[in-house]
Each structure stands twice: as structure tokens, then as C-alpha cells.
């Protein structure tokens, strides 16, 4: 009995024994793959690749994480075997490392390789953009691999190898996907932008956070320019009304069909065509909606019935549930309140278009716009009235910042309400100078003189 115990000791003792060496073997074979790949020397680390993923799977993520580095560096300097490598490299993090791993990402990453290096056909590689975003569609956050993704497909549509509809629907995936990234960076950006404007302090890490957000807004602005670009005037009126028209009889019991054909014809502000008038009578007989009463009030509209097009909006409003329908509803509740001056009420409507997509410059534009018409009825004295606009070029700022795609414009105008507000002679003279005025007047707030 005594034997037997001093033997099961004796096993044990080799077994950790075993797995120390193991591991010690492990962490010597790890490090003479990453410590090359960390000073960049690939030749060297890719030396110890092979048998880092054979033997030491799961080491560490640092694996993957190099290899990837590693075999990009291999392709972009011409090695396009390496293709190959790196997707097998990215399929072990996935397998070994799945929580850690997002996997649209990656996929999209790697469709975006294949792409930039012309491996594989159009339809090949738009199909490995299309399996990462319906793999992963959250993970799938590139603004470049969208741009790519959408790209190909207006591509093959050109080809002949896709519908017209088909391109008109990813447009719509890649416009909302783009509103979501971007309306998440603009609310944080926002946040930022009002704390700075109360005067606080932010760390360097929250100043860094703010620098970022701004360079991927811009980066996403111009992604969404370059995809309106592609699309080109295959989605103007003298392409959308015949491709509806030659439908509309076979399919005009079809209520998604109509819904469709509305929208788009809508969207591009093809009202003045029969079709639409069709389309949106159709869509009201099959089924009374808020859609088909947002088109009422646009034909209403249309016709100068300023007072029935709202009756329909706020009804269309008050059965919608779709956000971005809210936001069309609200952009055409606030446009018809601005054009009518009631300003307070039409900011109301703009911020509510805030709520649903921040990243959207174009409400604060409009609102700086209402506050430098204001300037005669929102103060006391000429200088007060003149101070106006210097909270009109905050509002522009702000358009600026949060939205790339009118940067340009909303700096124009930003400079332009300074140059109408006073100047450092006016404050001299006034000997206003760091000095708070109160907006009496719709607009409410303040703004602070600048110190001379």
C-alpha cells in the first residue's frame, strides 16, 4: 500500500513535471516568434509561425494579433501567397480566442485584403463583404469596407450581373449603418463639446477621445459623399419613375412594393411625377399609414396647402414608429415652422431630429440660421442686438464639428455671424468685455463678450 502511494506521488510529480516543461517550452517558443514581431523584423518572426500555432495554440492572443501584422506587412510588399496565411491566421483567433474576436470585423477585413489585392472575381468578392455584414453586421464598422462593399455592387449592376433594386437596397443598409456609427461618435463628441462650452476642464485622455471622434466623423463624412458618388444618377427621377411606372400595374396590390417605390420616389423629391401621386393613393387605400399620410402632407405641400400638409404630418407623426421616418417628419414639421417664423417651435422639432441622429450638422445650421434672424428682436441695444450672432456662430460650430459633410458651409457661416457681431473696437467702446448678455427672446442662454 505504502508502494502504490509513493508510486501515484512519483506520476503526479512527473506529470507537473511535464506540464511545467511544457509551458516553459511554450513561452520560449512565444517569444521567439513575438519579440522579433514586435521590433517589426517578419522575416525573423515568421521563422517560429508555424510551430508557435502548432504547438502553442493558446498562449497567448498576441499570437494572432502579431501574425496578422506580420503577413499584412508579407502582402502589402507584394507576397500575395501570404493571403492565404493571414485568413488562416484570423480563423485560429476566432476558434481560439472567440470572446475577444469580432468576428464582422475581421471577415470585413479580410474580404477588404482580397479586394485591395484583386484576388478573386467581383461577385466573389462582394460575397465575402456581404457574409461579413450578415454575419456580424455590428462588428462591421469600416467606413472604407462599407464604401468597398457598396462599390462592388453598383459594379456589378453595371456588369449586368445585378438588379437595379438590389444596389438601391444596400444603399439603404450602408446609409443606416453609416447614420448608426456616426450618430454614436456625434452624441459622444457632443458631450464633450457642451462640457468644454460649461467651461470644464477635460483630461488629456477625454481631449484625445474628442480628437478622435472628430478625425473618424470627417473619415465617415467622406465615405458617405464618396457613396452618394457612386450611386450616381441611376437614382435620379429620369431613372427611378420609369423603373416604378413599368411595375406599377403588375404590383400595385403589392403593399411593400408600394411602399418601396413611394419612398424612393419621395426621397429624391420626385413629387411632381403622376407616379407619386399614384403610388401614394395606392398606398392609402391599401393601408392607411403614417407613410402614406408623410406623402399626403408632401402633395399637400406641394400644392402651397401649408395648414393640411402639417394636419398630415402630425398625423403620420403620431403613427410612426420607425426613427428615420420620425426624422424625415420632424425635418418637414421644423422646415414648415422655420419658413412660417415660429422659431421656438421649429427649434423644438430640429432638436428632436438631433435625438434620433446627432451626427445630423444640418438641424444646428438651420438653428444658427433662426437665432442671426433674431438679432433685431432678441436684445436691448444695438450692441446686444449685434451679440446675437455670436450665438448663432456657436451653432454653426457645433454643425462643424459633428458633421464633415457640411463642415465647409457651416464655417462660412460661422465667420460670417462674427463678422455681424460687435468688434473689438464696439467692445472697447461699449467696455463690454468679458461681460455675460442674456438672450431675452426665444433663443434663451447667453453669451459671453470675448476679453480683449
Known amino acids: ?164 433594386q438590389d444596389v438601391f437596397d444596400l444603399y439603404d443598409i450602408v446609409q443606416e449603418k453609416l447614420d448608426l456609427e456616426e450618430g454614436e461618435m456625434a452624441k459622444k463628441l457632443t458631450e464633450f ?48 419613375v420609369p423603373l416604378y411606372s413599368k411595375d406599377f400595374e403588375a404590383k400595385k396590390n403589392d403593399i411593400e412594393w408600394v411602399k418601396n417605390a413611394a419612398g424612393r420616389l419621395s426621397g429624391k423629391e420626385c413629387t411632381d411625377d403622376p407616379l407619386f401621386i399614384k403610388l401614394v393613393e395606392q398606398l392609402d387605400k391599401l393601408e392607411p399609414s403614417a407613410n402614406s399620410k408623410m406623402f399626403l402632407g408632401q402633395l399637400e405641400a406641394k400644392k402651397g396647402n401649408d395648414a393640411k400638409a402639417l394636419e398630415y404630418y402630425e398625423q403620420s407623426l403620431s403613427m410612426q414608429t420607425d426613427p428615420n421616418a420620425k426624422y424625415n417628419i420632424y425635418y418637414k414639421l421644423a422646415e414648415a415652422q422655420r419658413k412660417a417664423g415660429s422659431y421656438g417651435t421649429a427649434r423644438g422639432f430640429y432638436n428632436k431630429m438631433l435625438e434620433i441622429k446627432p451626427n445630423k450638422g444640418v438641424a444646428y445650421l438651420k438653428i444658427a440660421d433662426m437665432i442671426a434672424r433674431s438679432s433685431n428682436s432678441c436684445g436691448g441695444t444695438p450692441f446686444e442686438k449685434r451679440a446675437v450672432n455670436w450665438k448663432a456662430a456657436e451653432y454653426a460650430d457645433r454643425a462643424a464639428r459633428i458633421d464633415p459633410s457640411i463642415a465647409d458651409n457651416a464655417r462660412a457661416a460661422a465667420a460670417s455671424y462674427r463678422a455681424r457681431a460687435p468688434q473689438k473696437a464696439d467692445i472697447f467702446s461699449a467696455g463690454m468685455g468679458g461681460k455675460t448678455i442674456s438672450m431675452n427672446c426665444w433663443v434663451g442662454g447667453s453669451v459671453k463678450v470675448p476679453n480683449l
Open 1 to 164: 500500500m505504502k508502494n502504490k502511494s509513493i508510486l501515484m506521488t512519483m506520476l503526479f510529480a512527473l506529470v507537473l513535471v511535464g506540464t511545467s516543461v511544457a509551458q516553459n517550452d511554450c513561452a520560449v517558443t512565444v517569444s521567439l516568434f513575438t519579440e522579433p514581431a514586435k521590433a517589426k523584423n517578419y522575416q525573423a518572426a515568421y521563422k517560429t509561425y508555424d510551430k508557435v500555432v502548432s504547438e502553442c495554440p493558446q498562449s497567448t492572443m498576441a499570437i494572432y494579433q502579431y501574425g496578422e501584422k506580420m503577413f499584412i506587412d508579407f502582402i502589402e510588399k507584394g507576397d500575395k501567397s501570404k493571403i492565404t496565411d493571414l485568413e488562416k491566421n484570423m480563423k485560429l483567433r476566432m476558434q481560439y480566442y472567440p470572446s475577444k474576436t469580432k468576428e464582422g470585423d475581421v471577415l470585413a477585413d479580410l474580404a477588404q485584403v482580397r479586394y485591395d489585392n484583386q484576388i478573386g472575381t467581383k461577385m466573389e468578392q462582394f460575397n465575402a463583404f456581404d457574409k461579413a455584414y450578415k454575419t456580424d453586421a455590428e462588428n462591421f464598422k469600416s467606413a472604407k469596407s462599407l464604401y468597398t462593399y457598396f462599390s462592388l455592387a453598383k459594379d456589378l449592376f453595371e456588369d449586368g450581373q445585378k438588379d437595379l
Open 193 to 240: 463639446i457642451e462640457q468644454e462650452d460649461a467651461g470644464e476642464k477635460l483630461s488629456s485622455k477625454d481631449k484625445k477621445r474628442m480628437e478622435a471622434y472628430e478625425k473618424n466623423l470627417t473619415i465617415f463624412g467622406k465615405v458617405r459623399g464618396s457613396v452618394d458618388t457612386k450611386l450616381g444618377n441611376v437614382a435620379d427621377c429620369p431613372n427611378l
